[in-house]
């Protein structure tokens, strides 16, 4: 195993079951039908590097996320995150990964921003004496501390994406995995969330970000790396610099040949 | 670290619920009109003492408050844990949760820390109730005894909650063993009136359920100031059903993530 990988899959698939309607069911009561995520996903993370998923809804982004991060478990092939086994070492992983899930339901609604990383710091096994410390340093990486007395429910969609950073990084994960972080944000909070991503967790403090995203302008001014997924396949990765022929074709064209092709 | 986090959970849950301040107290309004009516059966019913109210002191206005203070126990314990659940599932919270640090029964356990310790609350301000303003009658209370079968009966529930909450995970709507226990030993656990009544073949089901052996030791902890050893075959049922129960589970229970890892339907509801 490469130690300068973050993450490494090979063949990695993912197939989920499709519900029958009730004809279905009694025409064919055994058969199972089923839909595949992924399609046999190979791929390699460098350590420390700002690596953009960038595919269009449904291509499987966030499922390999979920399987990174032990959510959801493959039906073939491997993954390995740190090192580790996603089915063999869940609880490791889960002690050496952040996953900032942007769901804003995910935090209790009704509690203050300081209140809920308390809760989830309690269950990353931050003892009670360097639980304040902890929450108090996330707190201020995020920018939140004005809000942390506030309830959830009170906080701008901007404010909740950075919340669920600074769950993430409750623990000292060196690998962050983010699903389309900007989805839902105004311009000026996607670019902090942008710049936070890219400039404090990559380049000031050395940390893996795996960033899931549709948006291109995105990945092209953030990404160190790029693969486009399509349909549950890997089709390209590269430096922007590499896709691009340096600059001869635009990342569009790449992105586009990609999808209609299959492969480039 | 294990009971910080329970602690945790108690903590979030005691914060959650106290913002929601009308709940919090129309729940307690509730248990006052709840016993009012049973007081006022009870007077209609106070010429007619059955034979088989008889074991429990003859008064059925202190039998039933037994039965409907810890039958809501029963409740809130198996229809709150499938509601944490199914609700997790579809807020998102569900993932939060399992991709921390944190074990699978602790998050089970904790989740249903404070269901269990505001029903207990429920289960007490309904029996004081009774006592101070509807004049119930009670013998030389057996805490120990008392004790003993709350916490085997709020295993056994907790038990039963985790086999609906399993049921949820995979099925998301549907819940067949909180309607098996819940509705069930309403009619056949003794929780309105005494299982002696029930004709011999439908009697035996009553043995099949948690809540008989729990409603019972209850009513002689509290009503007749029965012995912890009379006591003791109630206790030690319940103690059967707890052993077996709980940890078949908490098995259930993880088979069920896996399965919904497997599907990808962590979050389908």
Redo the contacts between chains.
Sequence with gaps: MDKNKAVITEGLV?H??VIKGYRELLLHPVSKKQTT?LAGVDLEVNKGECFCLLGPNGAGKT?LI?VF?????P?EGKAFVNGLDVEKDS?KI??S?G?A?S?E????W??TGR?NL???A????I??SQRKTKVDEVLALTQLEEAVNLRYNTYSTGMRQMLAFA?ALL?DSQIIFVDEPTRSLDPQAALRVRRFLKEELVSKQGRTVFWATHNLDEAQQYGDRIAIIAKGKIRVIGTVDRLTDGGEISLQEVYAAAMKKGSV | MFLYKLYSFLKRDVLNAASYKFAFVSSFVGIFLTSATFYFIAKLLSGSQSEALSPYGGDYFSFVIVGVAFSGLLGILQEGLPGIIRSAQMTGILESLLVTQTNIPTILVGSSLYTLAFSSVRTFFHLLLAVAVFGMQLGDINWLGSLLVFLLTALCFLSIGILSASFIMVYKVGNPFGWLFGSVSGLLGGVFFPIAVLPPWIKWLSYALPITYSLEGMRQSLLTSATLAEIMPNIAALAGFGILLFPISLVIFRWAVVKAKRDGSLTHY
């Design positions: 993912k989920y079951p995520a499922t979920k991060s032990t959510l959801v478990l039906n609880k889960r002690g990964i996953f899930i769901e339901r995910s935090f209790y009704r509690l209140q308390e809760f989830y309690a269950l990353n096994n003892p009670r769950r623990i």
